[in-house]
């Protein structure tokens, strides 16, 4: 975890290896797979019902695709540096209706 939600900042980046597994974070489907112009390069979002859906972007690979059924724990993609990326990490996101929640108040504590 190298940086949290912010007025500008509307996620929490993860850094990790280049290559390394991305996990979906709950059960859902896939809406979209592939590259934007958005800064966010190579991105997954999934869609978890009532309105909630998850963000996963600079991806380096894709391994989900788009009106695919995941479960929590289904690796989605690989850990990249693409889009507005200054290195290797997941800029993970969460959205709720059209709001923008911080990722950090859903991760449960560490023991």
Not at 10 to 26: E, F, H, Q, R, T
Not at 37 to 58: D, E, K, M, P
Request: some cysteine; glycine content about 16%; proline content about 5%.
């Amino acid at each position: 975890y190298v940086r949290g939600f912010t007025r500008t900042h509307l996620g929490m980046d993860i850094s990790n290896a280049y290559g390394a597994p991305i996990v979906v974070a709950g059960d859902g489907v896939v809406v979209f797979t592939g590259w934007r112009n958005n800064c966010g390069g190579y991105q997954v979002i999934v869609a978890h019902g009532s309105n909630l859906y998850t963000g996963y972007y600079h991806l380096s690979g894709i391994l989900a695709t788009t009106g695919q059924k995941v479960t929590r724990g289904t690796r989605i993609g690989r850990i990249g540096q693409t889009g507005c990326a200054t290195g290797p990490h997941l800029h993970w996101s969460l959205k709720w209706h059209e709001a923008r929640l911080d990722p950090l108040l859903f991760v449960p504590p560490q023991t």
